[in-house]
């Protein structure tokens, strides 16, 4: 069974606009963080923002915010007021702790959102 | 600007070559990865060392060699590779290996090609 699961493999947005990005995820474990990276055309992943499976506010940073549904293990990224250099491939990726599979990163197949003017 | 260096940024080999890509970082973090990513794939986890000591190997062959000679740098010794090794290789490191908190900070990679 996939761990991590985007179903979105492509996505349009408008300049300004906000967009979410969508992610759901299959543990057991009680404890594990949910990240999400972002990947340029130019190879470098950009560590965006980070929730942890205990935190009880949503996290943000920035233009980032992190929609975090534990019950539904949904981790939706938020991009508000998007730019033309949001256009990047997006990750999500979960670590679990070690009853979990060790403390090994297990990332998405990925989102590439395209921002339009 | 990364924080992780690696070198070089691009590699063409020959399947008989012997080469090595490194990986530097100066963010006192205690844990480093090799990942391997072909183009419009997630990254896929090879190597994790943690306070300079191998602690995973994702069952990768025997022609990838990882090498961790200090706390700030990471190798990755190759030989006789295949052409379906093209990939973009890609170093992280964080604080420390356990603990789900620790976001990991990746390099701008090496993009791999073998003849």
């Known amino acids: 069974a996939q761990k991590i699961t985007q179903t979105q493999p492509g996505m349009f947005v408008q300049e300004k606009e906000a967009v979410t990005l969508d992610c759901t995820y299959d543990?057991?474990?009680?404890?594990?963080?949910l990240f999400w990276y972002k990947q340029p055309s130019s190879g470098e992943m950009i560590f965006l923002i980070y929730?942890?499976?205990?935190?009880?506010q949503n996290a943000t940073e920035g233009r980032y915010s992190l929609n975090f549904q534990k019950a539904r293990k949904s981790a939706n990224l938020v991009i508000s007021a998007s730019q033309l250099g949001d256009s990047a491939m997006y990750f999500c990726?979960?670590?679990?702790?070690?009853?979990?599979?060790?403390?090994?990163?297990?990332f998405g197949t990925g989102t590439q959102l395209k921002v339009e003017l | 600007d990364t924080e992780v260096t690696q070198t070089p940024k691009h590699l063409v080999m020959g399947m008989t070559n012997k080469k090595s890509l490194k990986c530097e970082q100066h963010?006192?973090?205690?844990?480093m990865y090799w990942y391997k990513q072909k183009a419009k794939k997630p990254p896929e986890l090879m190597f994790v060392?943690?306070?300079?000591?191998?602690?995973i190997n994702e069952s990768v062959p025997s022609r990838f060699s990882p090498e961790c000679p200090n706390s700030s740098l990471l190798n990755l010794h190759l030989h006789a590779l295949q052409p379906e090794d093209s990939a973009l290789y890609l170093c992280?490191?964080?604080?420390?290996?356990?603990?789900?908190?620790?976001?990991?900070?990746f390099g701008d990679g090496t993009r791999l090609s073998i003849l």
């Open positions: 992280a490191s964080s604080q420390r290996s356990s603990g789900d908190d620790q976001p990991q900070h």
């Open positions: 543990t057991s474990d009680p404890s594990y963080g």
């Open positions: 929730q942890g499976s205990y935190d009880q």
């Open positions: 990726a979960m670590r679990e702790g070690p009853e979990g599979g060790g403390n090994k990163l297990t």
């Open positions: 963010m006192g973090h205690r844990a």
């Open positions: 060392y943690s306070y300079e000591k191998l602690s």
